[in-house]
């Protein structure tokens, strides 16, 4: 059974189709990359899994549960991590992670948060106001809230935006031991291509709210005959498709 599935899925915003008819299905352990320019529908898809938009059109099934009427089973399972989130600026880190730990009736809270603490390398700031952070610090502790209970499902916006390219390898690290060990099926917005061919199963590349290519790294980077996923992007993000590629 698939963890996710989604079908015929839209979201109007006025006149604007943010999401246009996609269905995509993630497995269990599977990790989908989701694709696409600014303003393709990445983040409006990411809200509607989490109940946050309510879809125009279209169903949402996740762990079993149907979204549109029992979404709150599924969300206990569930996290995210956006950096369009602020967390509360004048509760400490810690209180921060106490707090979503306590909504998400983590059992031993104080363990949790000290082993995420340690696995996200947080030690040195986890008693300051969230306020004063660094945007690198800010996503590494909105890292830690959304694997507070050990999700079986996790959305990923942006995930390693603002990190050091040293940072952003241990996170990626992180995420790929965390899969590892706990099976859990993950969703992948992302700019950064590298990070994509390295995490990332299948990917879905999203342009104008539309699915309009899709596979794994590997098999995208063989059907455009390019060497990296920069430039499969790019050929999709220009209109440059299959379609205009073998007109040419
Ligand atoms: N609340 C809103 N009201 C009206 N239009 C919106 C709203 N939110 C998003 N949109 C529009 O929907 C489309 C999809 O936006 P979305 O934020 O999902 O894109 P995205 O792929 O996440 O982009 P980015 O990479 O820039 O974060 C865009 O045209 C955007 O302007």
Redesign the pocket.
């Known amino acids: 059974m698939n963890t996710v599935s989604v079908q015929a899925l839209c979201k109007r915003?006025?006149t604007?189709l943010?999401v246009d008819n996609i269905s995509f299905a993630i497995k269990p352990g599977q990790t989908v990359g989701l694709l696409?320019g600014?303003?393709?529908?990445?983040?409006?898809t990411i809200s509607m899994l989490l109940g946050i938009l309510a879809p125009s059109a279209g169903s949402i099934e996740i762990l079993g549960h149907d979204m549109a009427r029992d979404r709150f089973a599924a969300l206990a399972r569930m996290n995210f991590s956006s950096p369009y989130i602020a967390l509360p600026g004048r509760l400490s880190v810690r209180e921060n992670l106490t707090v979503y730990a306590h909504l998400y009736n983590v059992r031993d809270s104080r363990g949790r948060i000290a082993e995420l603490a340690t696995e996200l390398d947080l030690h040195d700031f986890i008693d300051r106001p969230a306020a004063n952070l660094s945007a690198g610090q800010k996503t590494r502790v909105a890292l830690a809230k959304s694997l507070i209970n050990r999700p079986e499902v996790l959305l990923l916006d942006e995930p390693t935006a603002s990190l050091d390219p040293d940072t952003g390898d241990l996170v990626r690290s992180w995420l790929e031991r965390y899969r590892a060990t706990s099976g859990c099926s993950m969703l992948i917005a992302s700019h950064n291509m590298a990070e994509v061919e390295r995490l990332c199963d299948h990917v879905l590349m999203m342009r104008q709210g539309r699915i309009v290519d899709e596979g794994s790294p590997d098999a995208l980077l063989s059907r455009y005959g390019r060497e990296s996923m920069e430039d499969v992007f790019l050929d999709i993000a220009r209109g440059r498709g299959l379609a205009a590629r073998e007109d040419a």
């Open positions: 915003y006025g604007t943010a696409g600014n303003g393709a529908g990445k983040t409006t």
